[in-house]
Protein backbone atom coordinates (compact mmCIF):
# COMPACT_ATOMS: atom_id res chain seq x y z
CA UNK A 1 0.00 0.00 0.00
CA UNK A 2 2.90 2.14 0.52
CA UNK A 3 4.16 1.95 -2.70
CA UNK A 4 0.64 2.76 -4.23
CA UNK A 5 0.52 5.91 -2.34
CA UNK A 6 3.89 6.60 -3.23
CA UNK A 7 3.11 6.94 -6.64
CA UNK A 8 0.38 8.00 -6.57
CA UNK A 9 1.91 11.33 -4.93
CA UNK A 10 4.21 11.27 -7.17
CA UNK A 11 1.59 11.44 -10.10
CA UNK A 12 0.39 14.51 -8.02
CA UNK A 13 3.60 15.85 -8.21
CA UNK A 14 4.34 15.36 -12.07
CA UNK A 15 0.69 16.76 -12.77
CA UNK A 16 1.48 19.24 -10.47
CA UNK A 17 4.45 20.53 -12.10
CA UNK A 18 2.69 20.50 -15.41
CA UNK A 19 0.16 22.84 -13.68
CA UNK A 20 2.20 25.23 -13.17
CA UNK A 21 1.99 26.07 -16.70
CA UNK A 22 -1.55 24.98 -17.58
CA UNK A 23 -4.22 27.05 -16.01
CA UNK A 24 -6.18 24.35 -16.06
CA UNK A 25 -4.83 22.26 -13.24
CA UNK A 26 -4.23 23.80 -9.90
CA UNK A 27 -0.59 23.19 -9.63
CA UNK A 28 0.31 24.02 -6.27
CA UNK A 29 -2.64 22.42 -4.73
CA UNK A 30 -1.92 19.15 -6.39
CA UNK A 31 1.59 19.33 -5.40
CA UNK A 32 0.34 19.72 -2.04
CA UNK A 33 -1.72 16.79 -1.81
CA UNK A 34 1.20 14.77 -3.28
CA UNK A 35 3.03 15.81 -0.23
CA UNK A 36 -0.09 14.44 2.18
CA UNK A 37 -0.46 11.28 0.01
CA UNK A 38 3.27 10.67 0.99
CA UNK A 39 2.52 11.64 4.55
CA UNK A 40 -0.05 8.75 4.76
CA UNK A 41 2.46 5.89 4.46
CA UNK A 42 3.11 3.90 7.43
CA UNK A 43 6.68 4.30 6.71
CA UNK A 44 6.66 7.97 6.95
CA UNK A 45 5.82 9.89 10.38
CA UNK A 46 3.25 12.97 9.96
CA UNK A 47 4.65 15.85 9.97
CA UNK A 48 2.02 18.64 10.94
CA UNK A 49 4.59 21.54 10.79
CA UNK A 50 5.03 20.61 7.07
CA UNK A 51 1.95 19.73 6.17
CA UNK A 52 0.42 23.03 8.04
CA UNK A 53 3.41 25.57 6.75
CA UNK A 54 2.89 23.83 2.96
CA UNK A 55 -0.84 24.23 3.34
CA UNK A 56 -0.75 27.95 4.54
CA UNK A 57 1.57 28.49 1.50
CA UNK A 58 -0.99 26.92 -1.12
CA UNK A 59 -3.97 29.15 0.35
CA UNK A 60 -1.92 32.13 0.38
CA UNK A 61 -0.90 31.67 -3.24
CA UNK A 62 -3.89 30.61 -4.64
CA UNK A 63 -5.42 34.00 -3.24
CA UNK A 64 -2.85 35.76 -4.79
CA UNK A 65 -2.71 34.01 -8.09
CA UNK A 66 -5.89 36.26 -8.74
CA UNK A 67 -4.59 39.32 -7.29
CA UNK A 68 -1.10 39.62 -9.55
CA UNK A 69 -2.91 40.19 -12.87
CA UNK A 70 -5.10 42.93 -11.38
CA UNK A 71 -2.06 44.24 -9.69
CA UNK A 72 -0.21 44.60 -12.82
CA UNK A 73 -3.09 46.28 -14.66
CA UNK A 74 -2.55 48.84 -11.74
CA UNK A 75 1.11 48.91 -11.58
CA UNK A 76 1.36 50.05 -15.39
CA UNK A 77 -1.44 52.97 -14.56
CA UNK A 78 -4.76 50.69 -15.50
CA UNK A 79 -7.78 52.03 -13.63
CA UNK A 80 -10.57 50.57 -11.85
CA UNK A 81 -12.25 49.72 -15.18
CA UNK A 82 -8.86 47.95 -16.38
CA UNK A 83 -8.65 46.35 -13.05
CA UNK A 84 -12.65 44.74 -13.74
CA UNK A 85 -11.78 44.09 -16.79
CA UNK A 86 -9.16 42.26 -16.48
CA UNK A 87 -10.50 39.94 -13.24
CA UNK A 88 -13.36 39.28 -15.80
CA UNK A 89 -10.83 38.78 -18.40
CA UNK A 90 -9.58 36.20 -16.45
CA UNK A 91 -12.43 34.26 -16.25
CA UNK A 92 -13.70 34.45 -19.30
CA UNK A 93 -10.28 33.55 -20.68
CA UNK A 94 -9.81 30.08 -18.31
CA UNK A 95 -13.53 28.88 -19.17
CA UNK A 96 -13.27 29.61 -23.12
CA UNK A 97 -11.95 26.87 -25.07
CA UNK A 98 -9.24 28.99 -27.22
CA UNK A 99 -5.13 28.25 -27.05
CA UNK A 100 -3.77 30.55 -24.26
CA UNK A 101 -7.31 32.06 -23.25
CA UNK A 102 -5.77 32.44 -19.68
CA UNK A 103 -3.08 35.00 -21.17
CA UNK A 104 -5.35 36.76 -24.31
CA UNK A 105 -8.85 36.85 -21.57
CA UNK A 106 -7.48 39.49 -19.51
CA UNK A 107 -5.20 41.08 -21.67
CA UNK A 108 -8.40 41.60 -23.90
CA UNK A 109 -10.17 42.71 -20.59
CA UNK A 110 -7.97 45.14 -19.46
CA UNK A 111 -7.73 46.65 -22.86
CA UNK A 112 -11.87 47.32 -23.16
CA UNK A 113 -12.04 48.41 -19.70
CA UNK A 114 -9.51 50.88 -20.49
CA UNK A 115 -11.04 51.75 -23.56
CA UNK A 116 -14.46 52.06 -23.25
CA UNK A 117 -14.94 52.22 -19.89
CA UNK A 118 -12.35 54.51 -18.96
CA UNK A 119 -11.28 57.75 -20.94
CA UNK A 120 -7.74 56.30 -21.91
CA UNK A 121 -6.03 56.79 -24.86
CA UNK A 122 -4.99 53.44 -27.12
CA UNK A 123 -1.64 53.58 -25.81
CA UNK A 124 -2.50 53.89 -22.06
CA UNK A 125 -4.79 51.81 -22.51
CA UNK A 126 -2.50 49.20 -24.47
CA UNK A 127 0.06 49.56 -21.43
CA UNK A 128 -2.33 48.66 -18.76
CA UNK A 129 -3.48 45.52 -20.78
CA UNK A 130 0.19 44.52 -21.03
CA UNK A 131 0.37 44.98 -17.39
CA UNK A 132 -1.99 42.48 -16.87
CA UNK A 133 0.09 39.78 -18.89
CA UNK A 134 3.30 40.63 -16.92
CA UNK A 135 1.15 39.88 -14.02
CA UNK A 136 -0.01 36.60 -14.89
CA UNK A 137 3.78 35.39 -16.46
CA UNK A 138 4.62 36.69 -12.85
CA UNK A 139 2.17 34.56 -11.20
CA UNK A 140 2.91 31.45 -13.43
CA UNK A 141 6.54 31.72 -12.83
CA UNK A 142 5.77 31.88 -8.72
CA UNK A 143 3.83 28.56 -8.61
CA UNK A 144 6.00 26.71 -10.91
CA UNK A 145 9.05 27.65 -8.48
CA UNK A 146 6.87 26.59 -5.18
CA UNK A 147 6.10 23.36 -7.29
CA UNK A 148 9.38 22.43 -7.74
CA UNK A 149 9.75 23.11 -3.91
CA UNK A 150 7.25 20.92 -3.20
CA UNK A 151 8.52 18.31 -5.39
CA UNK A 152 11.96 19.03 -3.69
CA UNK A 153 10.42 18.71 -0.38
CA UNK A 154 8.81 15.49 -1.82
CA UNK A 155 12.27 13.85 -3.02
CA UNK A 156 14.10 14.97 0.21
CA UNK A 157 11.35 13.14 2.54
CA UNK A 158 11.12 9.71 0.37
CA UNK A 159 15.65 10.29 0.47
CA UNK A 160 14.88 10.55 4.32
CA UNK A 161 13.30 7.47 4.54
CA UNK A 162 14.28 5.47 1.61
CA UNK A 163 15.08 2.46 3.83
CA UNK A 164 11.71 2.14 5.34
CA UNK A 165 9.97 2.44 1.99
CA UNK A 166 11.50 0.02 0.32
Do not use: H
Not at 28 to 49: E, H
Not at 79 to 91: D, E, F, M, Q, R
Not at 116 to 133: I, M, P, R
Request: aromatic share 16%.
Amino acid sequence: MDILLLIVGLMFMFIGVLGSFLPVLPGISLCWLGLVMLYFTNAIPVNYWVLGITLLVVIVFSIANYILPAKGTQRFGGSKAGIWGTNIGLVVGLLAPIPFGFIIGPFVGALVGELFFDTKNAQQALKAATGSVLGILASSFIQFMLCVIYFGIFISIIWEYKTLLF
